[in-house]
């Protein structure tokens, strides 16, 4: 017998309905709208229903233009349930990264959500030969409703194609070192082994809720949390745009226990006038993930007596790679912990020879958990996974004595001034430590005398004032003075992606002074 083809692989709401189908899975707090499993399946199955007859076929790709709503998920499900493979499209991307990334992946049809009708206008040219649909019960003059098409199909399980664990399920875009998109190509197995390493490792229960705040287009929003509360039993409260005090209601009147997002959500509720009167009686942990929490955010949960820690993850791994003990949080704040239970781990310099404890190097990762590759990008894909199936991350770390991995930066955000190795990640912590500063990034930029010196870029709370002597009088003694920013910029707002994540490169294009 082949232990990797079973006829349950990818059909992740239909398994889950045999065993409680009528549990709530689900609340569309869009729409408001409450689903058990047994009516996520039926609904998945009318939509795969529907692309079978409209001549979709295993390894077609299906493409989503789409912000967070309730229907993405009947797409995803149903692209399992037949092996077609999910395509969803940034929608903060320009009109012409999307026609590039549908001439790369040519899907066999489109969806796109209705709110995104007049972005999608000019896409339409484009997709001729597809099949496309808009998201809802809308109706346009061009293209069908998904809605009004798929309850015209019968609910009931589908025939389903031989899908094996190696197949894909999802193409995810990541950042490219041209400046274009790549396609990270998850497989059905990477998908099955992150959900697995996620309940075992991070100790999840079938009574755990949690609020969907990733974006769905990003692994962050199917692989984080949804897939594995799916696999397990449990709820998922399918959220829209990040709003912060909606968020907090939502935390409070379905009783969330698990709260997953980036730093920068964190602190945004952390700044709500009703922070400090949100009842987390519920909740059991709240974890940060997409790049370095600030302790000085983590300590306004404290201050709640909650727990608020580090996570780890990439789109190409996972993205599930370390859980730290909740009774470490307040000992190590700055570690993500220890590799989940089946993912390997090594930190290696610039030979990929393995460093030692308290050096810094870069992150390997290797496991049942990793990506097939990118797609159509080969060179990039050996660039990326060895041959022996170690995956360069390129992410810094160390791991000390006790065996407590760091994320110490980005490779590419390091930069070198007079001969020394600086790393933005500590002097943002120092940063955001200050009481009138509300975020803060730090770049290399060129220098003349020094190669490259860091610039800051500083967006300061409501009401308070700071100019650059100050800033420089504050971390002055508290580290060396090299790696103190000869630059600084006061920002009303920083960029930042769909997942709330602050992005450097475009600060770093702004270039030196």
């Not at 059905?188 to 991070?202: D, E, F, K, P, R």
């Not at 990762?365 to 990039?380: A, C, D, K, T």
Request: aromatic share 10%.
């Amino acid at each position: 017998m082949d232990l990797n083809d079973w006829s349950w692989i990818g059909d992740w709401t239909g398994r889950r309905a045999l065993l409680t189908p009528k549990k709530e899975a689900t609340v569309d707090n869009i729409q408001k709208k409450r689903y058990t499993f047994d009516a996520i399946d039926k609904r998945a199955n009318q939509v795969a229903r529907l692309l079978l007859d409209s001549g979709v076929q295993k390894g077609d790709r299906i493409g989503v233009y789409s912000k967070n709503r309730f229907d993405f998920l009947d797409i995803l499900f149903a692209c399992g349930k037949i092996g077609a493979i999910l395509t969803p499209f940034n929608n903060r991307l320009t009109t012409t990264e999307i026609e590039y990334l549908l001439k790369k992946t040519d899907p066999a049809m489109v969806f796109y959500d209705p709110d995104l009708g007049t972005q999608f206008g000019e896409l339409r040219p484009h997709l001729e030969k597809q099949h496309v649909f808009v998201m809802g019960d809308k109706k346009y003059d061009t293209d069908s409703d998904l809605y009004s098409l798929m309850n015209k199909k019968s609910s009931n399980a589908v025939e389903r194609p031989a899908i094996t664990l190696d197949d894909p399920y999802l193409i995810v875009f990541t950042g490219g070192t041209t400046g274009l998109p790549k396609g990270a190509v998850l497989s059905h197995g990477l998908v099955l082994w992150n959900s697995v390493n996620t309940i075992v490792s991070w100790g999840l229960r079938p009574d755990d809720i949690q609020p969907l705040l990733f974006p769905l287009f990003h692994t962050g929003g199917i692989n984080v949390l949804l897939i594995p509360f799916i696999h397990l039993g449990a709820k998922s409260i399918i959220m829209g745009d990040f709003d912060v005090d909606k968020t907090l209601q939502v935390i409070v009147n379905e009783q969330c226990t698990l709260v997953v997002g980036v730093p920068t959500m964190f602190n945004m509720m952390a700044q709500s006038k009703n922070f400090t009167q949100t009842n987390f009686d519920n909740v059991r942990v709240f974890i940060s993930g997409g790049a370095p929490c600030p302790v000085a955010i983590m300590e306004k949960y404290w201050e709640r007596g909650k727990i608020l820690k580090m996570g780890y993850g990439l789109t190409e791994v996972g993205p599930n790679n370390f859980y730290l003990p909740d009774d470490e949080v307040k000992r190590k704040p700055t570690s993500v912990g220890f590799p989940v239970f089946h993912c390997d781990m090594k930190i290696v310099d610039n030979d990929n020879n393995e460093v030692s404890a308290g050096a810094v190097g870069e992150l390997m990762l290797r496991g049942p958990h990793i990506f097939s590759g990118y797609w159509e990008e080969p060179e990039e894909t050996s660039k990326t996974i060895e041959l022996d199936g170690w995956v360069h991350t390129g992410d810094l770390v160390m791991k000390d004595e006790e065996g407590f991995f760091f994320i110490t930066g980005r490779k590419k955000d390091m930069f070198i001034s007079g001969g020394e190795n600086i790393f933005p990640t500590e002097i943002e912590e120092l940063l955001f430590k200050h009481p009138s500063i509300l975020e803060a990034a730090v770049v290399g930029v060129p220098n003349e005398k020094w190669g490259e010196v860091g610039k800051a870029f500083i967006v300061l709370k409501q009401d308070k004032t700071l100019d650059e002597d100050e800033v420089l009088k504050y971390l002055d003694g508290k580290i060396a003075r090299y790696k103190i920013p000869k630059h600084y910029e006061f920002r009303d707002e920083l960029p930042k992606s769909a997942a709330g994540k602050i992005l450097k490169r475009e600060l770093i294009d702004l270039g030196g002074d």
